[in-house]
Nanobody
Framework: QLQLVESGGGLAQPGGSLKLSCEVSGFTPERQSIGWYRQAPGKEREGISC????????NYDDSVKGRFTFSRDSSKNTVYLQMNNLKPEDTARYYC??????????????????WGQGTQVTVSS
């Protein structure tokens, strides 16, 4: 059964860091493109980072580029999102998703087909 479980969210101060994890089961992570999304209160869910199954393509939304880093550890069936220099506007519920196809540079072309339950990130002083 395909399953994605996020963890690592919490409260951080502006300028601080958090590392989110997404443990996957039911498929082999290195053969699956994965995306990270977030949804702030009153806003639509937005894609922020993805990586192709081969790891050859990693893309970021401009809002997180240079601050967030996507990585994966196949031995643990887990992908990560390292978030540095957090800002209050990063406050949202963060989700990982299995993507059909690859990880196109254009976020509107990402095709998520299975989601985790999300983990809450709050950035506040």
């Amino acid at each position: 059964q395909l399953q994605l479980v996020e963890s690592g969210g919490g409260l951080a101060q502006p300028g601080g860091s958090l590392k989110l994890s997404c443990e996957v089961s039911g498929f082999t992570p290195e053969r699956q493109s994965i995306g990270w999304y977030r949804q702030a209160p009153g806003k639509e869910r937005e894609g922020i980072s993805c990586q192709s199954s081969s790891g050859g393509s990693t893309n970021y939304d401009d809002s997180v580029k240079g601050r967030f880093t996507f990585s994966r550890d196949s031995s643990k069936n887990t992908v990560y999102l390292q978030m540095n220099n957090l800002k209050p506007e990063d406050t949202a519920r963060y989700y990982c998703a299995a993507l059909e196809g690859g990880c196109p540079r254009r976020i509107s072309l990402w095709r998520p087909y299975h989601w985790g339950q999300g983990t809450q990130v709050t950035v506040s002083s």
